[in-house]
């Protein structure tokens, strides 16, 4: 599906097979998220994978957490179309539906 090719040389390393187990994984606090799990991207909205694909983790203050972590700020690599497309790679790898989109258009 389209996007995998990007999950899997920008993604993999740390979220691994989509199970949060990329070779990067082991050492980070909080571990990288793990999308076949029900409480990550099958609760999340799309919106919210958007804001946190694009925004990640870095440098965020402390005052962010939950969401301050080692997830990459994928703005300055990756165009909005390239984060769409990665979320949806995701949500197919992880066996997941989005819950908004309609296939048929
Ligand atoms: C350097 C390691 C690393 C890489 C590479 C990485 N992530 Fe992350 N990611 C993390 C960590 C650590 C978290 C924090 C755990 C969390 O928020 O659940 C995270 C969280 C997330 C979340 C939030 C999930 C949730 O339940 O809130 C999404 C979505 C995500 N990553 C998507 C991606 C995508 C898409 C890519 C590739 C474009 C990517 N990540 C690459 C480390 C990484």
């Excluded at 390393?13 to 909080?30: L, V």
């Excluded at 793990?34 to 946190?52: G, Y």
Aim: proline letters at 10%; a negative charge; one cysteine or more.
């Amino acid at each position: 599906m389209y996007g995998k090719g990007l999950y899997a040389s920008r993604c993999s390393p740390c979220h691994g097979n989509f199970d949060g187990k990329g070779f990067a994984a082991p050492g980070f606090t909080p571990p990288p998220a793990n999308f076949k799990d029900p409480t990550t991207i099958a609760m999340l909205q799309e919106s919210f994978l958007f804001w946190r694909i694009k925004k990640g983790g870095v440098g965020l203050p402390v005052e962010g957490m939950p969401w301050k972590s080692a997830m990459p700020r994928w703005e300055l690599e990756l165009s909005d179309e390239d984060i769409w497309k990665v979320i949806m790679g995701e949500y197919d790898g992880a066996g997941q539906k989005p819950r908004t989109w309609d296939e048929s258009e």
